[in-house]
Structures are given as structure tokens and as C-alpha cells.
């Protein structure tokens, strides 16, 4: 008998918290509609629903399609897919090779286009989301809680091993030597993939923003992707990866914090989505304010000094006064971004002050 009182008290429990639960969401979508921001009936564009419906089975099709044929046959158009091409023979045995850059590297990107793809699926669907589950979220916010959570194994990964590299270089603390020995042509084959596979990520990203549910600022996420694209394909064709490196360990770190404190937040552990909130204010201004400014700093400073500036692309040199300018404009496109989104980032800091809870007001009220 107990036992009945038990799962009855059980359900009827289940029933309320369910009644609960249909209740915010449609008090959400009614303040969604009432800023004109649509919720729950919004569906991605027909392309997109495919997109979205297909992230696991069609790309682990090419992936171990690819990956077989580039297995069992190491010189077959496959590699060029799977792995980066354009290796150069090495001067003497067990000196690391370097790699140059060609045509084939769109065979890679494109690859790795379709791994961030898979990756970013299985993830969500059979680690993070369980996770959010068993954290206690809520059913209605699982999605958003796979898509950060997403993120901070992502920004991990690459800030870690950006860093590393960027740690045992000779730029490290030093921005001149962004410049020193330009053209900068050859890169290591770790190096290589780390860039490349930063490319297909942002690229990538570009799909993403179309199947998840639209944020208040989806126009300035649609203009820091193309900006971030376009930064990384001209670097990496104009010989610039050691600035380019540089600016994407600065931008990956903050957002390790502010994803995190979001899947906090979404399972209502409130004091350490402020604490991590307030560690992501601190890291977002040293890293993308302060750090940042000294980066872009070296194009005026450094490199007019260092650099011969002239267009001379048959010996790979690109560094002239019009390149420079070309990357200080997207480059002040990024500031104006990172400002607008420090003033709503101020405005979450003054509602913590005050005593509310920690809101990124750069996306949906359920943030």
C-alpha cells in the first residue's frame, strides 16, 4: 500500500512539475512574440530541417568512407581528404616535416567541415544531453544545454591546443615576431591542422546558426562568423598564421566560461553560474580588450618596421600596405562586435550587483 501511495505521490508530482513546465513555455513564447523574436513554432528553413535531421548518419558515412579508402590506400585521392596534403621532404630523418598549401587543403577543410558535423551531434545526443538530464534541467531546455555544453568541450579542445602552441613559439609575449622572417610559408603539420581544422569549425558554424532556435543577436553572429571565416582564409593564404594564432587562443578562452556558466544556469546551480559568470567578465576583458588591442597593435607598429611592405605573391609575399589595412578593417568589424556585446555583458553584471541571477542578454530570455 505504501508503495501505491508512493508512485502515486510520484506522478502526481511528475504531473505538476510537467504542468509547470507547459506553463513557462507558452508564458516564454508569448514574451518571444511579443518582441518579435519567434520560440517554439519556429522550424528551420526545409535545407536546414535536412541538415539538422542528418548530422549523425550521412557525415559518419563519408567519414569511414573517406578513412577507408585513405587507409588502405595512403596515396589515394581519399588521404587528401582525411589528412593535410603537401607535405615536403625532410632534410635529414627525424626532423619533423613541414607542409606547404594547395588545393587540396579545400579537400580537408571540407572533410573536417563534415566531422564538426558528426562530432557535434554524438556529442550532444549521447553525452550532454543524458548529462543535462541527470543534472536536473529541464526538458525544454536540454537542447540549449547540448548546444553549450557543446561548446565548452569545443573551446576547451582548441583553446588547449592553440595555447600549447603558441606557448613553445618564438612569439609568445613577443608580437614582433609575428613579422620577423615574413613570408612565414611552411608550417608544421600539427600547426597546419590546428588552423584548418579551426576553419571548418567556423565554417561549420555557419550551418549551425540555421538549425538552432534564433538568438536577439543572430545578425551580429552571422557577422563574426564571416568576419572569423574571412580572417583565417586570408591569414593562412597570405602567410599571417602567427597573428592569426595568436587571435584565436584570445578568442576561444572567454567563451569556455561564458558556455559554461550557461549550462549552469540552465540546471539552476545559481551560485556557480555567477561565480563562473563573473570569472568569464574578467577573462573576456584582459583576453578580448586588452590582449586583443596588443595584437592588433603589432600590424601598425610591428610590422611596418619589420615587414618590407610590397605585393610580390610570386615569392609568397603579400604584406603590403593595402593587405594590412584589408585585416585592420575586419579587425575593427570584430571590435565593434566585442563592444556592443561588452555593453549587454555590463548590463548582466549591474543585474548581478543589484541581486538577480546571471542572464546573457546577448541570446534568449531562457539564457
Known amino acids: ?162 595555447f600549447n602552441i603558441i606557448y613553445n613559439s618564438s612569439y609568445w609575449l613577443n608580437t614582433e615576431q609575428f613579422w620577423v622572417d615574413y613570408p612565414h610559408k611552411y608550417v608544421t603539420g600539427w600547426f597546419k591542422t590546428y588552423y584548418l581544422l579551426q576553419l571548418a569549425f567556423w565554417i561549420q558554424q555557419l550551418f549551425v546558426v540555421h538549425i538552432e532556435k534564433p538568438r536577439k543577436d543572430y545578425a551580429q553572429y552571422i557577422v563574426h562568423h564571416l568576419v572569423t571565416c574571412a580572417l583565417l582564409v586570408s591569414s593562412y593564404l597570405g602567410n599571417f598564421t602567427r597573428i592569426g594564432n595568436a587571435v584565436l587562443v584570445t578568442m576561444d578562452v572567454a567563451d569556455i566560461f561564458l558556455c559554461s556558466a550557461k549550462c549552469f544556469n540552465y540546471v539552476k546551480w545559481r551560485n556557480l553560474c555567477d561565480t563562473t559568470f563573473v570569472v568569464f567578465v574578467a577573462v573576456w576583458l584582459f583576453s578580448r580588450h586588452y590582449v586583443f588591442y596588443y595584437i592588433v597593435r603589432s600590424i601598425w607598429t610591428d610590422a611596418y618596421r619589420v615587414v618590407e611592405l610590397k605585393w610580390d605573391p610570386d615569392n609568397d609575399h603579400y604584406a603590403s600596405v593595402n593587405t594590412l589595412n584589408y585585416f585592420l578593417v575586419l579587425f575593427a568589424v570584430l571590435q565593434v562586435l566585442l563592444i556592443y556585446w561588452l555593453y549587454l555583458i555590463v548590463r548582466v553584471v549591474l543585474k548581478v550587483v543589484s541581486g538577480n541571477k546571471a542572464e546573457d542578454n546577448r541570446s534568449d530570455d531562457e539564457d
Open 1 to 162: 500500500m505504501a508503495r501505491k501511495l508512493s508512485r502515486s505521490a510520484a506522478s502526481e508530482l511528475r504531473a505538476r512539475r510537467q504542468a509547470y513546465e507547459e506553463k513557462h513555455d507558452l508564458a516564454l513564447a508569448d514574451a518571444a512574440a511579443a518582441k518579435g523574436i519567434p520560440h517554439d513554432d519556429w522550424k528551420p528553413h526545409p535545407a536546414m530541417r535536412v541538415y539538422r535531421d542528418h548530422q549523425i548518419d550521412i557525415p559518419l558515412a563519408i567519414l569511414l568512407l573517406c578513412y577507408a579508402g585513405a587507409t588502405m590506400s595512403p596515396t589515394s585521392v581519399f588521404s587528401k581528404f582525411a589528412y593535410p596534403s603537401y607535405e615536403l621532404p625532410v632534410a635529414e630523418p627525424g626532423q619533423e616535416p613541414l607542409y606547404d598549401k594547395g588545393w587540396w587543403d579545400l579537400a580537408f577543410v571540407g572533410y573536417y567541415v563534415v566531422f564538426w558535423t558528426f562530432a557535434r551531434a554524438t556529442v550532444i545526443d549521447y553525452f550532454i544531453k543524458p548529462l543535462a538530464q541527470a543534472c536536473g534541467a529541464p526538458k525544454r531546455l536540454w537542447d540549449r544545454f547540448g548546444e553549450q555544453g557543446w561548446l565548452v568541450v569545443y573551446y576547451t579542445l582548441a583553446f588547449s591546443v592553440g
